[in-house]
């Protein structure tokens, strides 16, 4: 069955940089496009980040544009978000994200807290 498995999570300072990894099972990784969300204290889920099935085509959310780099690695089955210059807003469980089969898959989220 479909697996995400997130990690990379923690707390860092303002400034600071994270990369968290997505681990996928259960589907044909590079036929899927794959995307990364977040959810803050008292906020709905929000979007972050897509990436193509290839990798080479990838959108960002307006807050995290020119700080946050998502990736894929087909080999290894996984997805990362690479952090830079993360802000106390950037607070929040992040959530890996595949549709397949006409379902919405989720992973079960790693905390990321930007903090002094």
């Known amino acids: 069955q479909v697996q995400l498995v997130e990690s990379g999570g923690g707390l860092v300072q303002p400034g600071g940089s994270l990369r968290l990894s997505c681990a996928a099972s259960g589907f044909t990784f590079s036929n899927y496009i794959m995307k990364w969300y977040r959810q803050a204290p008292g906020k709905e889920r929000e979007f972050v980040a897509r990436?193509?099935?290839?990798?080479?085509?990838?959108n960002y959310a307006d807050s995290v544009k020119g700080r946050f780099t998502i990736s894929r690695d087909k080999a290894e089955n996984t997805m990362y978000l690479q952090m830079n210059s993360l802000k106390p807003e950037d607070t929040a469980v992040y959530y890996c994200?595949?549709?397949?089969?006409?379902?919405?898959?989720w992973g079960q989220g790693t905390q990321v807290t930007v903090s002094s």
């Open positions: 994200n595949v549709l397949y089969s006409g379902r919405e898959y």
């Open positions: 990436i193509s099935r290839t990798g080479y085509n990838t």
